[in-house]
Structure formats: C-alpha cells, structure tokens
C-alpha cells in the first residue's frame, strides 16, 4: 500500500473519530439548548404575568375614570339646568380634565393590550417549538437506544453462533472418537476369541458340527451301555 492510501485512511479514520465525538456530543448539545430553552419561557411567562396584571390595573382605572367623566358630565348638566352656571363650567373643566387623563391611561391601557397579544403569540409558538424539540430529542434518543441494542444483540448473536459451531465441531470429534474406540474394541475382542478357540466353536456351531464333546443323551447311554458289557 502507497504512502498516499495509507494516509487517505488514516484522515478517514481521524475525520470518522472526529464526527462520532460530535454526533456523541450533539445529543448534550441539544439537551443544553432544550433547558436554556425552557428557561427563557419561564421569564417570558413571567413578563407576560406583569403586563397582564398592569393591563387590569389600567381596565380599572380606565373604567373608573370614564365612571368621573359620567358623572361629572352629568353633574355640570344638571348645574346648567339650574342656572347655576359657575357650577356647571367647573364642573366641566373637571370632564375635560378627566377625559385628558383617560386619553393617557387608554393609550396605555391599548399598549399593554398590544403587547400581551403579541408576547402570548410569540410565546406559544416558542412551546410549540420547544415541544417539537422535545419530541425530536426524545426520538433521537430512543432510536440510539434501540439501535444500540440491536448492536448489542447482533455482537451477541454472532458470539453465540461463534461458540455453538465450536461446540459443534468439539461434539464430532468426541463422536468420532467413540466410534474408533468401539472399532478397536470389538476388533480386541474378536483377537481374543480367536486366541481362546471360540471363535472356532462359533464357526463350527453356524456350520451345524457339535464341537467339544457335546453329546446327546441316548448317543452317552449307548457309550455307557457298551462300557459297562466290556
């Protein structure tokens, strides 16, 4: 192998080792952004908390103030109608001076309206966002588990069919084995009946000849019988 090849292969292998520490890292990485994430909701909750309790207060106020200038409308009416006129133009600088006043808290009161719709969208498509991340996440992780185990497993499965085929292998031969010890076994005893004259017996006995002697009853009696007149 060339110079060249060999050190192709070793960047390959570096730029390999290089993305499984990023890939083993991007999970954390994630994780980290997700918590950050929720922490910045949390305070966006908590400004929205804020500019919905002031919004209240300015409906309050609002509302009380258009209640003066109701009244105070209705007070300089009934003076004029009395031909009290000094009444009825003081309190008429109090209307005007109240509608001043609710021109200012209803811009304001129109303002935090504004920003509490804007603040609630913004914020939940930032949990809609967040949401999704978290189910991205939660996927990625459990796909990793799983892959991981199937790894796992597959490691196993080759180890155990690695074992079995040895254990395999061990097994013929002790079958093989067996199978000359009992070859030699029965070749030993077959040695022995030749030397001990069995094995003639055994021939003699298949080819029908009594060997050794054996004699029938009346062929001993006829013996004995002739022993016995002699």
């Given at each position: 192998?060339?110079?060249?090849?060999?050190?192709?292969?070793?960047?390959?292998?570096?730029?390999?080792?290089?993305?499984?520490?990023?890939?083993?890292?991007?999970?954390?990485i994630l994780?980290?952004?997700?918590?950050?994430?929720?922490?910045?909701?949390?305070?966006?909750?908590?400004?929205?908390?804020?500019?919905?309790?002031?919004?209240?207060?300015?409906?309050?106020?609002v509302e009380?103030?258009?209640?003066?200038?109701?009244?105070?409308?209705?007070?300089?009416?009934?003076?004029?109608?009395?031909?009290?006129?000094?009444?009825?133009?003081?309190?008429?600088?109090?209307?005007?001076?109240?509608?001043?006043?609710?021109?200012?808290?209803?811009?304001?009161?129109?303002?935090?309206?504004?920003?509490?719709?804007?603040?609630?969208?913004?914020?939940?498509?930032?949990?809609?966002?967040?949401?999704?991340?978290?189910?991205?996440?939660?996927?990625?992780?459990?796909?990793?588990?799983?892959?991981?185990?199937?790894?796992?497993?597959?490691?196993?499965?080759?180890?155990?069919?690695?074992?079995?085929?040895?254990?395999?292998?061990?097994?013929?031969?002790?079958?093989?084995?067996?199978?000359?010890?009992?070859?030699?076994?029965?070749?030993?005893?077959?040695?022995?009946?030749?030397e001990s004259?069995?094995?003639?017996?055994?021939?003699?006995?298949?080819?029908?000849?009594?060997?050794?002697?054996?004699?029938?009853?009346?062929?001993?009696?006829?013996?004995?019988?002739?022993?016995?007149?002699?």
């Open positions: 192998m060339s110079f060249k090849k060999i050190w192709t292969a070793l960047k390959g292998g570096a730029n390999e080792a290089a993305e499984a520490v990023a890939d083993s890292q991007a999970i954390r994780d980290q952004e997700l918590r950050e994430a929720r922490d910045e909701l949390k305070k966006c909750d908590q400004n929205l908390t804020s500019i919905m309790a002031k919004r209240k207060l300015a409906e309050r106020k009380s103030m258009s209640a003066d200038v109701a009244k105070y409308t209705e007070h300089a009416l009934s003076a004029n109608e009395q031909g009290n006129e000094a009444l009825a133009i003081e309190c008429a600088e109090r209307v005007a001076e109240l509608e001043s006043q609710l021109d200012t808290e209803q811009a304001l009161l129109n303002g935090f309206k504004q920003s509490e719709t804007t603040l609630k969208s913004n914020i939940a498509k930032a949990k809609t966002n967040v949401r999704r991340m978290e189910q991205q996440i939660d996927q990625v992780k459990a796909t990793e588990a799983v892959q991981k185990a199937q790894v796992a497993v597959s490691t196993r499965h080759v180890g155990a069919n690695s074992k079995v085929k040895t254990a395999l292998d061990s097994l013929d031969r002790i079958k093989q084995k067996q199978t000359q010890r009992a070859a030699e076994l029965e070749a030993a005893e077959e040695l022995a009946s030749e004259g069995s094995s003639l017996d055994a021939k003699l006995r298949a080819a029908g000849i009594q060997p050794g002697g054996d004699v029938s009853g009346k062929d001993k009696l006829a013996q004995l019988l002739a022993k016995k007149s002699g």
